[in-house]
T-cell receptor, first 111, second 113 residues
Framework: DAKTTQPTSMDCAEGRAANLPCNHS???????VYWYRQIHSQGPQYIIH???NNETNEMASLIITEDRKSSTLILPHATLRDTAVYYC????????????FGTGTSLTVIP | DTGVSQDPRHKITKRGQNVTFRCDPI?????LYWYRQTLGQGPEFLTY????????KSRLLSDRFSAERPKGSFSTLEIQRTEQGDSAMYLC???????????FGNGTRLTVT
C-alpha cells in the first residue's frame, strides 16, 4: 500500500511555479522519495528522486524537509504540457524493490 | 528510441480468451516490472524480475496470470481465461539495481468484452 498522502487536485497558472506537496510521515532513514508524472494514455514518466538533500534537474526541484516527513516538487515555470497526474512514491526497502503508487495529484495548468 | 517498448498498444479480446503481452526493457537494465492500472487509480504492482528470476509477485497476480523473462531480456505477461475485470492498462518498467528509478513503457490497454 502507498505510504504517501497527496492532495487530489491542484491548479496552477501558466508561467508560475507549481508546488506539489507530499506527506510521508512514516518514512525511514534509508528510503528515497521519487516523483513521477503521468499524462493520459502514457506510462508514468520519472521526474526526480532524493534521500535527504534538495535535488534539482532540468525538469524540477525536490525539496525534502529536514525531518523527511514531507517533500515538495517544484515545477519552476509551469506550462500547459505540465498538466498531468503527479505521483509521490517512497521506496520501502522492507517490501522488496517495487514502487507503490497512490492516486496522485491531478495538476491542471491554466492558460 | 531506447526506452521501454510494449506490444501491442491495444488489445480487445472476448471473455475467456487468452492474451499475451510483450515488454522489451532498456537494454542494460536487469530489473523488469509489471504493473496494472485501472481508470482513476495509480499503477498497481504485479511482479518483478531480476535478470530471469521472478523475485516477487503481488497477491493481485492470480493463477490465471503468468509472467516470464526467459533470457533476462524481454518479458511476457499472459492472462488465461480473461474476465471483464481484467480490463486495464498493463504497464512494464525496467531499471538498474539499487535506487535507480523505474522507466515505464506506454503500456498495453486490454479491453475484455
Amino acid at each position: 500500500d502507498a505510504k504517501t498522502t497527496q492532495p487530489t487536485s491542484m491548479d496552477c497558472a501558466e508561467g508560475r511555479a507549481a508546488n506539489l506537496p507530499c506527506n510521508h510521515s512514516t518514512i525511514s532513514g534509508n528510503e528515497y522519495v521519487y516523483w513521477y508524472r503521468q499524462i493520459h494514455s502514457q506510462g508514468p514518466q520519472y521526474i526526480i528522486h532524493g534521500l535527504k538533500n534538495n535535488e534539482t534537474n532540468e525538469m524540477a526541484s525536490l525539496i525534502i524537509t529536514e525531518d523527511r516527513k514531507s517533500s515538495t516538487l517544484i515545477l519552476p515555470h509551469a506550462t500547459l504540457r505540465d498538466t498531468a497526474v503527479y505521483y509521490c512514491i517512497v521506496r520501502y526497502s522492507n517490501t522488496g524493490n517495487q514502487f507503490y503508487f497512490g492516486t496522485g495529484t491531478s495538476l491542471t495548468v491554466i492558460p | 528510441d531506447t526506452g521501454v517498448s510494449q506490444d501491442p498498444r491495444h488489445k480487445i479480446t472476448k471473455r475467456g480468451q487468452n492474451v499475451t503481452f510483450r515488454c522489451d526493457p532498456i537494454s542494460e537494465h536487469n530489473r523488469l516490472y509489471w504493473y496494472r492500472q485501472t481508470l482513476g487509480q495509480g499503477p498497481e504492482f504485479l511482479t518483478y524480475f531480476q535478470n530471469e528470476a521472478q523475485l516477487e509477485k503481488s497477491r493481485l497476480l492470480s493463477d490465471r496470470f503468468s509472467a516470464e523473462r526467459p533470457k533476462g531480456s524481454f518479458s511476457t505477461l499472459e492472462i488465461q481465461r480473461t474476465e471483464q475485470g481484467d480490463s486495464a492498462m498493463y504497464l512494464c518498467a525496467s531499471s538498474l539495481e539499487g535506487v535507480s528509478p523505474l522507466h515505464f513503457g506506454n503500456g498495453t490497454r486490454l479491453t475484455v468484452t
